[in-house]
């Protein structure tokens, strides 16, 4: 041991057995402070060796969820060094893999393990949090509630002491610890497999149990209840009286019945917590992606096109899942949402309004149309669709309220159609009667409007894909309006760790077990490719993490009244995008009422009664054109959840650690 000239304290060599004997034998609790990749899990281990040798007990705590050296991921774990090995004693569950974000929970699950076992060292592996608010106060609350003896400051020869300021401040007891220069953290995909690895084997011999959520409280930060999309491959853990009984992996989640993975039952619990580590796709522990994170983006009318419509304001654009959309004149112009499902070059429109700006070859791919209304602003682009549509193509299909069917034959009628020839346009228009719908066929140059066979509606869905379905709502806007629902079917995935684990090659079985599982046959046999074979239940169970897709909903033009409120609200429940007009601000109210609309007030708490990831506001008023921060500022006040333009968004910290706490 030496004094290093420049801070004054110790400095130690890297070896355990000198350490041992400098600190360990006055000290009891000893805290390993550092920044990831410096070795402190590897001279935690190396040290309980030592004391192990001399005879003396050694626990520690390993307090980084994220990458444990020990213990499993999204817990804090108290071990004893047994066998030349850390024997788990006990463990608090965190459900996050982020010790920065969520360091008081990190530092109360130390307090719980601490008074649990008598023991001569007690080591403290921190987690690499070492920078900023997040460092200083996590290291603040380990003291408080470990009452640190002394501190192992690991660091490379040629970087001073994370965080030394605050450490002087806690305590005297402090000792530079030089590691390696070729010392290096693993790369995060090594860590994501480590991680995995631990948690597969805790899971290794699990049973599923269902838990009546509405039987216990639900803590954390869990993801929206309507939602079983962001829950499933969740980590969970179930607590009597805020200690951790059992930590869980969700299987899946139908209405309040969330069917978990767990090593064992526990006696009783009372709560179930639930942060942000999840099994991702790939079948890696990670940290769950936001439900809402896709990108959405305002593109200025001036980027958009040379054909641009005067006035149109920004465009909208983004993506969810497997589909792109686009508010296509922008949020002040007419409606035109266009959704396009990427994989089959296929497109769907919402609404009519101007269509110059939607390109001929998009316009050849639309297949079905939802047409909330027939004022002039949300079907005068039928002439645009109808133009496209020239040539040897399938029919097009049109939704909407009823005498939609009429107001179509207007427009082909309206034409002359002597050179047509085989080229006609041809469209099947079903209108929706509250629980059926009426279908006709309509072709441009033919006077007939041949009436089909109606269909009877259940539940609202006008259309079922087996990608999707389409539910309609039926609300009024001084005339009957339709609000629709794009429901896309759930998400089969396939885990390729799994396969590789089980030496199991992809081919047609798979296609196989997804088409089983969509048309819910569980007990169908799947034959293996080794050319065993088993049902689609037992497969399924852990190669398979099925996500039910995420729901868009689009309203506009319908009056503010009780009766809308709670049709659409019940449509757009748990929806992760709601498009829905905010015609006038709260000063204009009356203007409102007389024209059938929503004020920006009435938009906002909507949405918020319906408990959306993010809501879309759009279809203002040209009277508001230079007025947009003062209209989305309305929203929010009320909506929390609103998308707003980058340019209109508040200042934020620039500090991400104090944004996440």
């Not at 049973?207 to 499933?232: F, K, M």
């Amino acid at each position: 041991m030496y004094n290093d000239t420049k801070h004054h304290l110790p400095v130690l060599a890297y070896r355990a057995a000198d350490i041992a004997t400098t600190v360990l034998t006055h000290n009891r609790r000893i805290l390993l402070h550092g920044p990831p990749g410096v070795g402190k899990s590897t001279l935690a281990s190396q040290l309980a060796h030592e004391l192990n040798k001399a005879g003396r007990s050694c626990y520690c705590i390993c307090a980084d969820p994220g990458s444990p050296a020990f213990g499993f991921p999204g817990a804090v774990s108290l071990a004893r060094w047994q066998s030349d090995d850390w024997q788990i004693c006990s463990y608090e569950a965190i459900c996050s893999l982020n010790a920065g974000r969520f360091r008081l929970p990190l530092v109360l699950a130390i307090r719980h393990l601490i008074p649990l076992f008598d023991y001569d060292v007690l080591l403290i592996d921190a987690p690499g949090v070492t920078r900023g608010v997040a460092g200083s106060e996590l290291l603040q609350g380990m003291f408080e509630v470990v009452a640190v003896d002394a501190v192992l400051m690991l660091t490379a020869p040629d970087r001073p002491p994370a965080l030394l300021d605050e450490l002087r401040s806690l305590t005297n007891q402090l000792f530079i610890v030089q590691t390696s220069v070729e010392a290096r953290r693993p790369g995060k995909r090594s860590r994501a497999h480590q991680r995995t690895k631990l948690w597969n084997n805790y899971l290794k011999q699990g049973i599923e149990q269902t838990v009546d959520l509405t039987q216990v409280n639900i803590i954390g930060t869990p993801p929206p209840l309507g939602e079983s999309s962001a829950w499933a491959g969740r980590q969970v853990a179930l607590l009597k009286r805020n200690q951790t009984q059992v930590i869980a992996e969700v299987k899946h989640l139908h209405g309040k019945q969330l069917t978990v993975r767990l090593p064992y039952l526990p006696h009783a619990f009372d709560c179930v917590l639930v942060r942000d580590t999840q099994r991702s796709l790939s079948g890696l522990v990670e940290t769950a992606v936001p439900f809402a994170s896709e990108p959405l983006t305002y593109l200025p009318a001036s980027n958009m096109s040379g054909l641009a419509l005067q006035n149109s304001g920004m465009q909208v654009m983004g993506r969810v899942g497997q589909i792109d959309f686009c508010l296509v004149n922008g949020i002040l112009g007419d409606p035109l949402l266009h959704i396009r499902l990427r994989q089959q070059r296929r497109s769907l429109l919402f609404d009519l309004g101007e269509g110059v700006r939607l390109p001929a070859r998009i316009a050849h791919q639309v297949t079905d149309v939802f047409i909330s209304h027939t004022h002039i602003d949300h079907i005068g682009g039928f002439i645009m669709l109808l133009r496209s549509r020239i040539g040897e193509f399938p029919p097009c299909h049109l939704y909407g309220p009823p005498g939609l069917a009429q107001h179509i034959k207007g427009f082909l009628q309206g034409i002359l159609w002597d050179r047509i020839g085989g080229r006609a346009p041809r469209f099947e228009v079903a209108e929706v009667h509250t629980d059926r719908l009426l279908r006709f066929r309509l072709q441009a140059g033919q006077q007939a409007c041949v009436q089909l066979d109606e269909i009877k509606l259940e539940a609202g869905v006008i259309l079922q894909d087996p990608d999707f379905r389409i539910r309609a709502q039926l609300l009024d806007h001084h005339t009957p309006v339709l609000a629709y629902a794009f429901e896309p079917t759930k998400e089969i995935n396939i885990r390729k760790d799994y396969l590789q684990a089980h030496n199991l090659k992809p081919g047609p079985w798979l296609a196989q077990v997804k088409k089983h599982l969509l048309a819910e046959n569980d007990k169908a046999i799947i034959t293996l490719p080794d050319g065993t074979m088993t049902s689609v239940t037992v497969i399924a169970t852990d190669l398979v993490l099925i996500k039910p897709g995420k729901k868009l909903v689009y309203a506009t033009d319908f009056a503010d009244t009780v009766d809308n409120r709670l049709r659409l609200q019940a449509l757009a429940r748990y929806a992760h995008t709601l498009f829905c007009e905010a015609c006038f601000m709260e000063a204009d109210a009356n203007q409102a009422t007389q024209t059938g609309h929503l004020t920006t007030r009435a938009c906002g708490e909507i949405a918020t009664a319906a408990e959306v990831a993010r809501l879309v506001p759009f279809h203002f008023s040209q009277r508001y054109a230079d007025k947009l921060q003062q209209v989305y500022d309305e929203i929010h006040a009320v909506c929390s959840c609103v998308v707003m333009p980058a340019a209109l968004q508040p200042i934020r910290s620039s500090n991400k650690q104090d944004e996440l706490s």
